[in-house]
Every structure is written in C-alpha cells, then in structure tokens.
C-alpha cells in the first residue's frame, strides 16, 4: 500500500480546509503529491458555512493556487485542478477526478453541520467507498482552528471474517515515516440468535472461548506486524465491536483510526452498522476508511 497522491477536495471555506494540516503531514513523512480540487456545481449556494461559496473558475483556480504557493514554499508538492463544467453531482466528479488523477488517497473533513455531513458522508464518501478502489481520510470537525496532525498511535480494529491484510498494509505503510504506536483491536462479534437462547452458563463458556482465541490470533499478527513496525500492542476486548472501537480511541487516544469496509462499501458486518456515525460525532477524530480488496 501507497499514499503517493493525495486528492483534497476544497469549497473555499475554513472549515474544509481544516483537513490540510493532516493532508500536509501525510505529504511531508510519505513523500506524497498534494492534488487540490475544487469542483464548480451547477447551482452553488451563495454561502458555505457561512464564507462566499467559489462559483467561478478564476476566482477558484486563484484560491487553489494560494493555497499551492503556501504548501509549495514548506516544500510540498502540489497541484491545483478546477473542474470547470459545473456539475450537479459533486460527489461523482470527486470519485472521477480520483481515478483521472491516480490518487491513492482522498483528504476532506467531516463537518459537524447535519445538512453538510449527509451531502459530504452519505454521498461523496459512500459513492467513493461503493464505486471504487480510493481509501478516504475523513477528520471530523467542528471549528476551522484544529490542532496540527501528529500520528503517535493508530488504532486498527481487526475483523477475522474480512480483510486483514489490508489493515496491517496500512499500519505497515503510516506508521515508520512517523514513528508510531499501532493498536490491534479485538472483540467478540454479536452472538447469534441460536446462541443468544442457550443457557446462561453455556453462552458465558462460548464467549470466554472465543475471546481467548481472538487472543491467540491477534498475538500472531502482532508477532508478524513488529518485524516492521517496533511499537505494537494488542487489545481483546470484551465488549461488543463498537463500544470496544469507541472506549479504545478515547483511552489510547487514537490519533487515526483504520477502518476497512466490506467490498460494498459499507463498513464490514463485524461492526455495528452506527459505527461510522458514532465516530463521526467525535470531534477532532482522524478516519481512514479503506474498501477490502
């Protein structure tokens, strides 16, 4: 796995660029290109977030490349593009520009505005998630001024019934350039209805049998992640996926939380399907959602 090109959809407001100190750092420590893309839609609203919305191409090309010349002066590459047909599905031209420009990654904030995070979420991302292959960095916000990005620790949730190597390609890939901690989490899926009606002391055998076996796994891809990454600890947790997610990034912290999504798109079954919003209500949370291969 590589994050050589970095995609940053930008709407000219404070609040999404609140995704660049996070853009910037992955640049820096990977090496990577920064691709800033504003998209011109075909009935912009007049504000955004309360700042003047870019409705034309100039006035868009001349805020991108402000932007460029600032990034370019610490020593980032980068690139502006505007998509200048104005487009009523922003979230198609993103996913397009993408693939057109070979990005690794897609960048962008998720704002804590209700209407903004059902148009930016619930389309651009699930559109990326279900119609291509593009991980997405999601960094929740609720104000313009967030702190710079330092990944210390990331928290990788692992689901045995899904993708697991593409968890630990991505704690392989992020966290030497930084120096980072990685967490390997655990935890006993739902038990099934069958398994739910069974006696009392039965189910509590199951469910210390299987989280003694998740221990035993979870040891193994440690074992295997520490020959390139020197700071890996493990965590079996006994609460159901979702409260384990949550519980785990606020007590690590957990400065990226790697998720990977089933192959449509959603996340995998072994979380509850609230996951995603529950960790977008968390402000100042950084996400990377990668589609299993």
């Known amino acids: 796995m590589r994050f050589a090109r970095i995609l940053v ?6 609040l999404a660029e609140a995704v660049m100190p996070a853009a910037c750092s992955l ?13 011109l839609e075909q009935q912009p609203p007049a504000a955004v977030h309360g700042e003047p919305h870019l409705g034309d191409a100039d006035e868009a090309l001349a805020y991108l490349e402000r932007q460029a010349d600032d990034l370019r002066r610490h020593g980032i590459a980068v690139e502006s593009h505007v998509h200048e047909r104005r487009v009523d599905d922003v979230a198609l031209a993103v996913d397009m520009h993408a693939h057109e420009f070979g990005a690794d990654l897609i960048a962008m904030c998720a704002h804590g505005r209700t209407n903004l995070r059902t148009r930016l979420i619930g389309s651009i991302a699930e559109r990326i998630l279900r119609g291509g292959s593009v991980p ?21 949730p692992i689901d045995f019934g899904h993708d697991v190597d593409t968890a630990l390609a991505a704690a392989r890939t992020l966290a030497p350039p930084y120096g980072a901690a990685v967490t390997l989490l655990a935890a006993p899926e739902r038990p099934a209805p ?30 295997r992640l520490r020959a390139e990454v020197r700071d890996v600890d493990e965590i079996v947790a006994a609460d159901e996926p979702t409260q384990a997610i949550l519980a785990a990034a606020d007590a690590l912290p ?9 192959a449509h798109g959603g996340l995998s079954s072994w979380y509850d399907p609230s996951t995603g919003q529950q960790l977008l209500k968390r402000a100042e949370l950084t996400l990377l959602l990668i589609r299993e291969l």
Do not use: N, Q, W
């Open 9 to 14: 959809p930008l709407d000219g407001s404070a």
């Open 27 to 39: 640049a820096k420590r990977l090496g990577a290109t920064l691709l800033l893309l504003h998209v």
């Open 136 to 156: 997405l960095l999601l960094r929740t916000v609720r104000r313009s001024d967030v702190p710079d990005f330092d990944l210390r620790r990331l928290l990788v």
């Open 194 to 223: 069958t398994t739910s009606r069974l006696l009392p002391g039965t189910s509590a055998l199951m469910r210390a049998y299987d989280i003694d076996a998740l221990r035993d796994r979870l040891g193994e891809l440690a074992g």
């Open 254 to 262: 957990a400065d990226l939380i790697v998720l990977v999504t089933d």
